[in-house]
């Protein structure tokens, strides 16, 4: 299998004595779907943050398709960022003034509007995509965050929290739609959560206390998300 992250003896420290990664080793593979658990303030987003080249770590390495990017200037991390991840957040960074449609084209790179049109359709937003951010509901503005990433059809699709605000039946059309992309185009995606329920779409779950991996495990069957309970 081909390895897209490696993180070796990984560490993150704010202002001097906030340790909120410790040590961390890790491989994540192409094509994977992760799940990253653990209770709030454990370092999930961090993890996450310097995954994604958001954030530089203060000790260890970090590799994307084999190459070093943890000493890469914030310009070549910005390309990185550019051109091969989407990120679907909690709060959704929607640009209020735009339209849904103008939202999710602010994630196109070189594709035709056809395609556009496509993912419209494909994530049920066809009737939304002239309204505003303040006139959809929290379930269509995460579809908006989806559709604006798979735009530009990413290696990787980092998602933190993504269900956090959302009612059980809409979180979990959003992880049917992350596990489609996954299956049909081979997208690593990689999501942060607290909800343990999420566990069971993972290929591999890695679970997190205070700063460190306290446990890895991989799933032999991977369960549909239409299939979950939250509990
Ligand atoms: N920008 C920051 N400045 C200072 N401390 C931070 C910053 N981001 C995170 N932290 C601290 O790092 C720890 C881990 O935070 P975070 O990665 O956000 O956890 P999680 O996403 O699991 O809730 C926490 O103690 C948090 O307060
Ligand atoms: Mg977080």
Redesign the pocket.
Known sequence: MNIIYQLKKVSKI??QN?V?LQNVDLEINTGEVIVIL?P???????LLNILSGLDLPTKGEVFYQNKRIDNQDEEQLAAYRYQDLGFVFQSYNLMSSLTAKENIELGKTHQNDCELEQIIKKMGLLEHQHKYPYQLSGGQMQRVAIARSLIKNPQVIFCDEPTGALDEKIGKAILEELQKINKEQNTTIII?THNPSIAKIGNKVIK?NS?EIIETYQNKKTVEASKLRWV
């Open positions: 704010y202002n906030n909120a653990g709030s303030g454990s370092g999930k987003s961090t942060v997190m700063g």
